[in-house]
């Protein structure tokens, strides 16, 4: 395994993205086993799955949910439900660890998010495309060769 050698030196900083969108770099760092275990327990009662577009695609990345209400894609569409539609079970309640850190077409802007940075998505910059590119080469001392991308969104 192989480690980032300057990962010591990182320093907590905050950087405007756009209006309404912020980075928050190493924001998560002091949280990274606590996120881990509370990602377990979610995923326990609602296992990730690879879900499906309306147009019919599967996606990319696995995913889960958690909460009063989750996101769902399948062939009749985007949306926010109350139940699992796997095991037709209402999600499993928000972990507090997570409560705790939601809280705190244009030209694309490329940026390399280490592990424990958190970006906030608001205001104007809510509605502009985003999206995450693949994973780079090497592993990680808690999550090994996988990305865990926790989104929150107020619905409702």
Known sequence: MTGDLFAALRAPSI??????ATWLRAYADDDAVAL????????????????????????????SNC?????????????????????????????EIFLALAVRADKPLRMRLESGDVVVWGGPARLRFHGV????????????DCRYN????KAG
Not at 37 to 61: D, E, H, K, L
């Open 15 to 20: 950087e405007p993205i756009a209006d309404g």
């Open 67 to 95: 909460g009063e209400l989750g996101w769902v894609t399948d062939r009749r569409g985007y949306r926010y439900q109350r139940e699992d539609p796997l095991s037709q079970q209402p999600w499993p309640a928000m972990p």
């Open 36 to 63: 881990m275990q509370a990602i377990q327990q979610v995923t326990a009662q609602a296992p990730f799955r690879r879900m499906q577009t309306p147009g019919g695609y599967t996606m990319s990345v696995a995913m």
């Open 150 to 153: 926790l989104t929150f969104r």
């Open 133 to 144: 590119d693949t994973l780079a080469q090497g592993t990680h001392a808690l999550t090994g």
